[in-house]
C-alpha cells in the first residue's frame, strides 16, 4: 500500500492536466531558486562593492581622486561609487559653465545624484517581483491541478458500485500532491523575498543617506570657493 502511494507512483498515475500543472509549477519551482541566488550573490556583491567605497570616501581621500578612480573602474564599480560619480560629473559640468551660484550647484548634483539612485534601485530590485508572483500564484496553481484531480477522480467512481476508502484514495492523494508542489515553489520564494526587501531597503537607506552626506561634503566646498574667491 506505501509504494503504491509512492509520490513518484501518484505523479506518474495522475491525470494528463495535473501532470501537467505538475510539471508547471516544478519549472517555477527552478526559475524561483535560481532567481533566489541570483539576487543573494548580487546583494553581497552590492554591500561589499558599497563598503570598500564607503571606507575609500571617509579614508580622507581627496574628490577629485575619488571621482578619477570611479571613471577609470565604471564596470566594477558598485551602485555608492555610481551615484557620486554622477553626482561629482554634474557639480564640475557646472562649474565649468561658470556657475556659483550655491543653490544651482547642490539642485544639480542632487537631481543627478537622485536619477542615478533610481536607476541603481531598478537594477537592485530585479527579480523581486517574479518571487513575489511565485509566492502568491504557485498555490492556487497547485489548488487548481488538486480541483481537477479530484473531479476526475470522482468522475472515475460514478460508474463503480460500491465505493470504499480504498479507492478513493489513490484519487485523492495523486490531487494532493499537487497543492504539495504548489506550496513546495512557494514558501521559499515568499521567505526570500522578504528577506531580500528588508535587505534592499536597507541598501536603500543606506544610499540615501550617503547622498545626504555627499551634498553637504559639496555644500561647504562651495561656500569655501566661494569665500577664497575661486
Avoid at 510539471?23 to 546583494?43: D, G, H, T
Avoid at 513546495?184 to 550617503?210: C, G, H, M, Q, S
Wanted: aromatic share 8%.
Amino acid at each position: 500500500m506505501n509504494q503504491d502511494l509512492s509520490i513518484l507512483h501518484l505523479v506518474i498515475n495522475a491525470s494528463l492536466v495535473v501532470q501537467l500543472v505538475m510539471l508547471l509549477l516544478v519549472l517555477i519551482s527552478v526559475s524561483s531558486w535560481a532567481a533566489i541566488f541570483r539576487k543573494l550573490f548580487a546583494l553581497r556583491r552590492v554591500k561589499s562593492l558599497n563598503d570598500v567605497f564607503e571606507r575609500e570616501f571617509w579614508s580622507g581621500t581627496s574628490l577629485n581622486d575619488l571621482f578619477s578612480a570611479a571613471a577609470k573602474n565604471a564596470r566594477q564599480s558598485g551602485p555608492m561609487e555610481r551615484i557620486f560619480a554622477s553626482g561629482m560629473r554634474e557639480y564640475q559640468k557646472l562649474r565649468e559653465k561658470r556657475i556659483a551660484d550655491t543653490s544651482t550647484l547642490m539642485d544639480g548634483a542632487r537631481r543627478a545624484m537622485r536619477a542615478s539612485f533610481q536607476r541603481e534601485m531598478d537594477v537592485i530590485e530585479t527579480h523581486l517581483s517574479f518571487l513575489a508572483s511565485v509566492g502568491s500564484v504557485s498555490p492556487y496553481v497547485g489548488l487548481f491541478g488538486t480541483v481537477w484531480g479530484i473531479m476526475h477522480s470522482f468522475t472515475g467512481l460514478a460508474s463503480l458500485q460500491q465505493v470504499t476508502l480504498a479507492t478513493v484514495a489513490p484519487g485523492i492523494a495523486e490531487a494532493l500532491v499537487s497543492t504539495a508542489i504548489g506550496l513546495f515553489a512557494a514558501i521559499p520564494a515568499v521567505v526570500a523575498y522578504n528577506r531580500f526587501a528588508r535587505d534592499i531597503d536597507r541598501i536603500a537607506i543606506k544610499l540615501e543617506t550617503f547622498i545626504e552626506e555627499f551634498s553637504n561634503i559639496l555644500q561647504r566646498n562651495v561656500g569655501a570657493q566661494s569665500a577664497s574667491g575661486q
